[in-house]
C-alpha cells in the first residue's frame, strides 16, 4: 500500500491549501504535541492531584476538579509541588495557563480563517475537486465551531477548578451558545428524537432487570422513577419487562486467555502490520482513557493486562477501524478531518465491535424483501446516549446520585462525572452531547448498510466506503471514489485470531469461508479466489502470520 499523500490532488492552489492545513493547523507542536486535537475532539481529563505528590489540590478549603488536558497539556501548567502553593499562587497560575490557552486558541482560529477565506476564491476545475474544496470548508468550519464551543466554556472550567464563581446571568449567556453549538456539532437532545428515545429505554430497562438484586428498596424505586419519566418522553407504550435479545458470543470461551502490558503492545503493534498500516500501540503514563491519537493509540498506565475479548474488541475498535480510515484519510486529504467523521468514525468502530462478537446473531428477516439485515435492537450501543437521556431530564443533584449507583454496581468505569460536564456547569442539569456521537453513528451506519443490502446496492453506503477517510456518514460514499487506485480495507485480524484458536490447521482459503459465513453482507470472492490460488504454492504471508498468532495465544 501506498505511503504517500496521492499526488493527484487537483489544481496546485487547492495541494497547497491541503499542505497549508498540514502545518498549520495540524502542526506537530501544538495540534499534536500538546494535545490541541483534544479540543476538535471533545476529549478533556480531569484531575485533582499534585502530580509529583498525588495529594489533592485543594483552592479555598475545596478539591477542585483541574481541566488537565486545556490547562496543563495546552496552558502549560505544571502541577509539581502545586499543593505547596498559596490559594492566590495556584489561582494565578491557572489564570497564566488560561491566557497561554487563548493565546494558542486564537492563533488557530485566526488560521483557520484565513484559510476558509482563501477556499473561497478557489473554482474547482471537475466533480472531485469540487468535492475535496467542499470537505475542507465543512472540515474547517466544524473547527471553529468547536474551538468556540472550547472558549465559551473555560469560565466553566475556571469554575470546577475553584478559581471563580460564574453568575447565573453570565451562566445563562453561556448555555445559550452551548445550546446552540450543541445541536450543530453533536445533534442535539436525545429527548427530541423518538427512535432513541424508545432505544434508551429499552437499554436502560435491561441494566434494570439484570441488576435489579443489587439495589436497595430506594435504589430501585429511584430506577423505576426513571424509566417512568423515560416512559412518558415516548409516543409509544412501553414494556414494563423486556425480553433479553439472544446473541451468541465468538468471545465468551476465551476469556481465560490474557496479555500483560508488554505482550497487548507488541500483538497490537503486529497486527497493525497485517493491516499495512503505519500506526503504532504506545503507553502514556499520563492519558486516562484509551485514546487514538495521530499514527498511534495510547493505553493509561492503569491497563496493565487485557482479556481476549476485549484486546479482540479493541483491535476491531481502534486499528481496524480508527487507525485504517486514518490511513486512508492522510492519502488524500492529509490531516485534515471532514465534518461529522467523529460520528461515523466511532459509530463503525461500535459496528464493528458488534459484529466481531456477534456475527449474524443481531440480524433479523426483512418482512418487505426477505432479505437478513441488521437489528439495532440486538446491539450493545454505547450506554453514554442513554445516560445523556437521564441527564436531560434529571436535575444535576439527581443525575449524579443516578451515575454513582451505576459506577458502585460496576456499571460504569468513572470519572465518569466529568465526561458529561465538559464545558458545562457542574451545578446544573443538563450535559454536553459529543458522546452521544457513538451510539447515533452506530444507529446511521446500520440504516446505510441495511438500506445498501435490501436495494443491492442502489440505495445506502457499501460497507467498505465507510473505511475510505475521516468523513462523514453522508459523504462516505463519494470519498470513497477519491481513491483512484483502491484503500486499504480491515483484515479482521482479530477474526483471524478466534479462526486460529478454533482450527488446529488453519488455511487461508477457510479462512475466508468463516468469515463469509460469519459477515454474510460483505463479498469475500476476491478474498477467497486469491486464497485458492495460493493454496497451490507455498502462502509465506498467511502462514508466517498464522505461527507468530500461535506463539502470542500461547504464550503463558
Same mark, same amino acid.
Given at each position: 500500500?501506498?505511503?504517500?499523500?496521492?499526488?493527484?490532488?487537483?489544481?496546485?492552489?487547492? *495541494?497547497?491549501?491541503?499542505?497549508?492545513?498540514?502545518?498549520?493547523?495540524?502542526?506537530?507542536?501544538? +495540534?499534536?504535541?500538546?494535545?490541541? +486535537?483534544?479540543?476538535?475532539?471533545?476529549?478533556?481529563?480531569?484531575?485533582?492531584?499534585?502530580?509529583?505528590?498525588?495529594?489533592?489540590?485543594?483552592?479555598?478549603?475545596?478539591?477542585?476538579?483541574?481541566?488537565?488536558?486545556?490547562?496543563?497539556?495546552?496552558?502549560?501548567?505544571?502541577?509539581?509541588?502545586?499543593?505547596? /502553593?498559596?490559594?492566590?499562587?495556584?489561582?494565578?497560575?491557572?489564570?497564566?495557563?488560561?491566557?497561554?490557552?487563548?493565546?494558542?486558541? *486564537?492563533?488557530?482560529?485566526?488560521?483557520?480563517?484565513?484559510?476558509?477565506?482563501?477556499?473561497?476564491?478557489?473554482?474547482?476545475?471537475?466533480?472531485?475537486?469540487?468535492?475535496?474544496?467542499?470537505?475542507?470548508?465543512?472540515?474547517?468550519?466544524?473547527? @471553529?465551531?468547536?474551538?468556540?464551543?472550547?472558549?465559551?466554556?473555560?469560565?466553566?472550567?475556571?469554575?470546577?477548578?475553584?478559581?471563580?464563581?460564574?453568575?447565573?446571568?453570565?451562566?445563562?449567556?453561556?448555555?445559550?451558545?452551548? &445550546?446552540?453549538?450543541?445541536?450543530?456539532?453533536?445533534?442535539? %437532545?436525545?429527548?427530541?428524537?423518538?427512535?432513541?428515545?424508545?432505544?434508551?429505554?429499552?437499554?436502560?430497562?435491561?441494566?434494570?432487570?439484570?441488576?435489579?438484586?443489587?439495589?436497595?428498596?430506594?435504589?430501585?424505586?429511584?430506577?423505576?422513577?426513571?424509566?417512568?419519566?423515560?416512559?412518558?418522553?415516548?409516543?409509544?407504550?412501553?414494556?414494563?419487562?423486556?425480553?433479553?435479545?439472544?446473541?451468541?458470543?465468538?468471545?465468551?470461551?476465551?476469556?481465560?486467555?490474557?496479555?500483560?502490558?508488554?505482550?497487548?503492545?507488541?500483538?497490537?503493534?503486529?497486527?497493525?502490520?497485517?493491516?499495512?498500516?503505519?500506526?503504532?500501540?504506545?503507553? !502514556?503514563?499520563?492519558?486516562?482513557?484509551? *485514546?487514538?491519537?495521530?499514527?498511534?493509540?495510547?493505553?493509561? &498506565?492503569?491497563?496493565?493486562?487485557?482479556?481476549?475479548?476485549?484486546?479482540?474488541?479493541?483491535?476491531?475498535?481502534?486499528?481496524?477501524?480508527?487507525?485504517?480510515?486514518?490511513?486512508?484519510? *492522510?492519502?488524500?486529504?492529509?490531516?485534515?478531518?471532514?465534518?461529522?467523521?467523529?460520528?461515523?468514525?466511532?459509530?463503525?468502530?461500535?459496528?464493528?465491535?458488534?459484529?466481531?462478537?456477534?456475527?449474524?446473531? @443481531?440480524?433479523?428477516?426483512?418482512?418487505?424483501?426477505?432479505?437478513?439485515?441488521?437489528?439495532?435492537?440486538?446491539?450493545?450501543?454505547?450506554?453514554?446516549?442513554?445516560?445523556?437521556?437521564?441527564?436531560?431530564?434529571?436535575?444535576?443533584? =439527581?443525575?449524579?446520585?443516578?451515575?454513582?449507583?451505576? =459506577?458502585?454496581?460496576?456499571?460504569? @468505569?468513572?470519572?465518569?462525572?466529568?465526561?458529561?460536564?465538559?464545558?458545562?456547569?457542574?451545578?446544573?442539569?443538563?450535559?454536553?452531547?459529543?458522546?452521544?456521537?457513538?451510539?447515533?453513528?452506530?444507529?446511521?451506519?446500520?440504516?446505510?448498510?441495511?438500506?445498501?443490502?435490501?436495494?443491492?446496492?442502489?440505495?445506502?453506503?457499501?460497507?467498505?466506503?465507510?473505511?475510505?477517510?475521516?468523513?462523514?456518514?453522508?459523504?462516505?460514499? =463519494?470519498?470513497?471514489? /477519491?481513491?483512484?487506485?483502491?484503500?486499504?480495507?480491515?483484515?479482521?485480524?482479530?477474526?483471524?485470531?478466534?479462526?486460529?484458536?478454533?482450527?488446529?490447521? $488453519?488455511?487461508?482459503? !477457510?479462512?475466508?469461508?468463516?468469515?463469509?459465513?460469519?459477515? $454474510?453482507?460483505?463479498?469475500?470472492?476476491?478474498?477467497?479466489?486469491?486464497?485458492?490460488?495460493?493454496?497451490?504454492?507455498?502462502?509465506?504471508?498467511?502462514?508466517?502470520?498464522?505461527?507468530?498468532?500461535?506463539?502470542?495465544? %500461547?504464550?503463558?
Amino acid at each position: 500500500m501506498r505511503n504517500t499523500i496521492e499526488k493527484n490532488l487537483g489544481q496546485n492552489s487547492l *495541494s497547497k491549501i491541503i499542505e497549508r492545513i498540514d502545518t498549520d493547523v495540524f502542526d506537530k507542536k501544538i +495540534w499534536i504535541g500538546e494535545k490541541m +486535537w483534544k479540543i476538535a475532539e471533545v476529549t478533556y481529563s480531569y484531575t485533582s492531584k499534585d502530580k509529583k505528590t498525588g495529594k489533592n489540590i485543594f483552592i479555598n478549603n475545596k478539591e477542585i476538579d483541574l481541566n488537565y488536558t486545556l490547562f496543563c497539556e495546552i496552558g502549560g501548567l505544571n502541577l509539581e509541588n502545586f499543593e505547596e /502553593l498559596s490559594d492566590n499562587e495556584k489561582i494565578e497560575k491557572i489564570l497564566k495557563s488560561v491566557k497561554i490557552l487563548n493565546k494558542k486558541i *486564537s492563533e488557530k482560529r485566526k488560521k483557520i480563517l484565513e484559510i476558509l477565506s482563501n477556499l473561497e476564491q478557489l473554482e474547482a476545475e471537475d466533480k472531485q475537486e469540487k468535492f475535496k474544496i467542499k470537505i475542507i470548508k465543512e472540515s474547517l468550519e466544524e473547527k @471553529i465551531n468547536l474551538i468556540d464551543y472550547c472558549t465559551n466554556g473555560i469560565l466553566y472550567e475556571l469554575e470546577k477548578a475553584g478559581v471563580m464563581q460564574v453568575s447565573n446571568e453570565k451562566s445563562e449567556e453561556i448555555d445559550k451558545k452551548q &445550546k446552540n453549538l450543541d445541536k450543530i456539532l453533536f445533534g442535539g %437532545e436525545v429527548k427530541e428524537n423518538q427512535e432513541e428515545i424508545n432505544l434508551c429505554y429499552n437499554n436502560l430497562l435491561e441494566i434494570f432487570q439484570t441488576n435489579i438484586e443489587n439495589f436497595s428498596e430506594s435504589e430501585k424505586a429511584f430506577f423505576e422513577e426513571i424509566l417512568e419519566k423515560i416512559g412518558n418522553l415516548s409516543t409509544k407504550n412501553q414494556e414494563k419487562s423486556l425480553k433479553k435479545a439472544e446473541r451468541n458470543d465468538y468471545l465468551e470461551e476465551f476469556s481465560n486467555i490474557s496479555f500483560d502490558t508488554e505482550k497487548y503492545i507488541s500483538l497490537f503493534n503486529f497486527l497493525a502490520e497485517i493491516n499495512q498500516i503505519p500506526h503504532k500501540a504506545v503507553k !502514556n503514563e499520563e492519558a486516562g482513557s484509551i *485514546s487514538d491519537g495521530p499514527k498511534t493509540v495510547e493505553f493509561p &498506565k492503569k491497563y496493565k493486562n487485557f482479556k481476549f475479548p476485549r484486546f479482540a474488541k479493541l483491535n476491531h475498535h481502534e486499528f481496524e477501524t480508527h487507525s485504517i480510515t486514518d490511513f486512508n484519510n *492522510s492519502l488524500v486529504m492529509g490531516n485534515l478531518r471532514g465534518a461529522k467523521s467523529i460520528e461515523k468514525d466511532e459509530g463503525l468502530a461500535i459496528f464493528m465491535e458488534n459484529i466481531l462478537q456477534y456475527g449474524t446473531s @443481531i440480524t433479523k428477516k426483512d418482512e418487505a424483501s426477505g432479505k437478513i439485515i441488521f437489528d439495532i435492537e440486538k446491539f450493545n450501543f454505547p450506554k453514554t446516549i442513554v445516560f445523556t437521556l437521564v441527564g436531560e431530564i434529571l436535575n444535576s443533584k =439527581e443525575f449524579f446520585k443516578f451515575l454513582e449507583l451505576l =459506577e458502585k454496581n460496576g456499571l460504569i @468505569i468513572g470519572p465518569t462525572k466529568d465526561r458529561f460536564l465538559r464545558q458545562k456547569r457542574s451545578n446544573k442539569a443538563g450535559v454536553q452531547h459529543k458522546d452521544t456521537s457513538y451510539a447515533r453513528g452506530l444507529f446511521k451506519i446500520v440504516s446505510e448498510i441495511n438500506d445498501f443490502i435490501i436495494s443491492d446496492g442502489k440505495k445506502g453506503t457499501n460497507f467498505y466506503d465507510f473505511f475510505a477517510g475521516k468523513c462523514s456518514i453522508e459523504d462516505s460514499k =463519494e470519498f470513497a471514489l /477519491l481513491h483512484k487506485n483502491g484503500f486499504n480495507k480491515p483484515q479482521f485480524t482479530s477474526d483471524l485470531m478466534i479462526f486460529i484458536l478454533k482450527n488446529q490447521n $488453519p488455511t487461508e482459503e !477457510n479462512f475466508y469461508d468463516f468469515l463469509q459465513k460469519k459477515y $454474510p453482507f460483505i463479498n469475500f470472492s476476491e478474498e477467497k479466489i486469491r486464497a485458492i490460488r495460493h493454496s497451490t504454492i507455498k502462502n509465506n504471508n498467511f502462514n508466517e502470520n498464522v505461527s507468530k498468532i500461535k506463539k502470542y495465544l %500461547e504464550e503463558k
